[in-house]
């Protein structure tokens, strides 16, 4: 095949695929006023829940790691056990980070929300 004709064969099918997601997009009408907005509370509300369970599973990971460093009889053993309570503590840091920042998306999904809702009632949104 000519370079040339798949360069147009190319061209054609980009066009033609650039040029579908508008007509389709045409075709469906919003069901509610803020419904992009309340689909993303609905996420973030599913992420922070399972953010939140990671969490609670490191918390007690944390829990029982430390008991691992107080029955540790030998000082290999307290040193191998430290360590991990290390790994284990940084885990949690990182998931308490990630907690924080997913609460973060949460409120500010929720403030987008409410201000939508303020606006389609015709009331002006509390700041």
Same mark, same amino acid.
């Given at each position: ?34 419904? %992009? ?44 056990? %430290? ?45």
């Amino acid at each position: 095949m000519s370079k040339l004709l798949r360069t147009t064969v190319l061209a054609a099918a980009i066009a033609l695929v650039g040029f579908q997601p508008t007509v389709a997009s045409a075709d469906t009408a919003p069901e509610e006023p803020c419904a %992009k907005q309340s689909a993303k509370v609905q996420k973030a509300e599913d992420a922070l829940a399972r953010v939140t369970a990671v969490f609670d599973r490191q918390k007690a990971k944390v829990k029982k790691v430390r008991g691992d460093v107080a029955d540790a009889e030998t000082k290999t053993e307290k040193k191998k056990a %430290k360590q991990k309570l290390a790994k284990v503590k940084a885990k949690k840091a990182e998931t308490k980070k990630t907690k924080k920042a997913q609460q973060m998306r949460l409120t500010k999904a929720q403030a987008r929300y409410d201000a939508c809702m303020a606006e389609q009632s015709g009331a002006t949104p509390a700041p």
